[in-house]
Every structure is written in structure tokens, then in C-alpha cells.
């Protein structure tokens, strides 16, 4: 995983271009209405959504890929771009008050995605909020590849994904206090030119009281 991401970074740069996705916006007006001081963005990437959120927030951002880390340093210098995979994040006194995850979860077979999902869980406080973004069902590469689990497909070479249908989504989150769901259409111009519309859906939510 890390050696494709860091290929894609090295030959491709910002890969997603300079805009940040929709769901980073909707995201931010949800912190800024419950208060939110500090965020945790799994997954970042080369800061594309994290720059509009650490202008207002504490921002930490875990990412795998070394290249990917080089670039958004430069890109977003207020974040703290921490290099390592989410799932050797260890629960230290850290809490954060909001997770916001793009496009990260849908990379995984099952039991990583659940595992994914707790370690974010775990590292917010009890009134925190998570914010998370997947593949939806209804993309058009839904079914293409060799299937691997229920849903989940080889579309790539060596490149996992997940779609998600509504209900799959909510049950990933079913330990916690879901808010909303949506699904929304983003679409992406490559370097090759190449143009890309996704289907995705989000899901936000508080960590469930104790
Ligand atoms: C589809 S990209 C999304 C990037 C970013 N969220 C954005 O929208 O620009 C997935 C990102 O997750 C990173 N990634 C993959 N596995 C990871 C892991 N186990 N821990 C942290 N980051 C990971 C990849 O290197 C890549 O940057």
C-alpha cells in the first residue's frame, strides 16, 4: 500500500488538484457549530482537505506515504503531518474533539475498516465527532475486478475497494450515535487529463455516551 501511494505522489504530485472537497466544508461548519478545537484527518494525503480546516482548528494528520508528507508540508504548513499508518496510531493521552477521514475507509477489507473505525473512535473524547467519507455503491466502478469480500473489489492492480450501500455504511458506525448520511458526486481532473466523476457517501456522528 504504501510503496502504490507513494508511486502516485511521486509521478502525479497533488493528485486531487488544490480544491478541497465539499465534504471538508460541511465538515468544518459542523466542528466550528459544536465547538471543536482539535481534529484528527487519517489518511490526509497532501493536505488537499486538511489546509481549510487548520486554519481555524489544531489539526494532526496521519499519513502513510512519505512522498505524500513532503508535499503537504509545503502545502499546508499549519497542520502537524505525523508519517505512519492509522492502525500504528497507539491511544496516548491525545484526545481529539473531531476525526474527519476522506476517502480512506473504502481502501480496506473488513476487518481493517472496523479496525480503522475503532482506532479513530477511540482517539476522540466522549462528546467527539467523527466525519467520514467512502466509495459509494451506485460509482460506476462498483463490480469491476476480481470481488474479494462481499463488496469489496480488486479494481485496481493491488488496489482495494469497498462500496458502500446506505445501510453497509450506518452498520460499519452502528456502535455510535449517528447523525446523518448523504452521498454526493465529486469529480477529479488528472495529470493525464483524464476525467473522473465518484459516487460517495458521507457519515457523521458522536462518539456514543457513556
Ligand atoms: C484516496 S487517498 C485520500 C487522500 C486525502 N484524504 C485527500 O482527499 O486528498 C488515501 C490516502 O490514504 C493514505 N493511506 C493509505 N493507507 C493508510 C494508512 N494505513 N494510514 C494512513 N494513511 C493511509 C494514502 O497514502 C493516501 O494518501
Not at 505512519?84 to 476517502?103: E, G, H, M, P, R
Not at 481502501?107 to 473524547?125: A, P, S, V, W, Y
Request: with cysteine; net charge negative.
Amino acid at each position: 500500500m504504501k510503496e502504490y501511494w507513494n508511486k502516485r505522489f511521486m509521478s502525479e504530485g497533488l493528485i486531487w488538484g488544490e480544491q478541497p472537497s465539499e465534504t471538508a466544508y460541511h465538515a468544518k461548519e459542523l466542528f466550528l457549530m459544536h465547538h471543536i478545537r482539535t481534529v484528527l484527518v487519517p489518511g490526509a494525503g497532501y493536505g488537499r482537505n486538511t489546509k481549510i480546516l487548520s486554519d481555524i482548528f489544531e489539526v494532526d494528520a496521519i499519513e502513510l506515504s512519505s512522498e505524500a508528507v513532503i508535499l503537504a508540508r509545503q502545502w499546508d504548513d499549519r497542520s502537524c503531518f505525523i508519517e505512519k499508518s492509522i492502525f500504528d496510531l497507539s491511544v496516548t493521552n491525545k484526545q481529539y474533539d473531531a476525526v474527519y477521514c476522506y476517502d480512506l475507509l473504502h481502501l480496506f477489507t473488513n476487518i481493517d475498516r472496523e479496525k480503522l473505525i475503532l482506532k479513530c473512535i477511540e482517539q476522540l473524547g466522549q462528546e467527539g465527532i467523527y466525519y467520514f467519507t467512502c466509495f459509494s455503491d451506485e460509482d460506476s466502478a462498483f463490480g469491476k475486478g476480481m470481488e474479494v469480500e462481499k463488496n469489496t473489489f480488486e479494481y485496481k492492480n493491488g488496489k482495494l475497494a469497498h462500496f458502500f450501500s446506505e445501510d453497509d455504511l450506518k452498520n460499519h458506525f452502528k456502535e455510535t450515535n449517528i447523525i446523518e448520511t448523504g452521498s454526493l458526486q465529486e469529480n477529479f481532473e488528472y495529470s493525464n487529463g483524464a476525467i473522473r466523476t465518484y459516487k460517495l457517501r458521507y457519515i457523521y456522528g458522536i462518539k456514543r455516551l457513556a
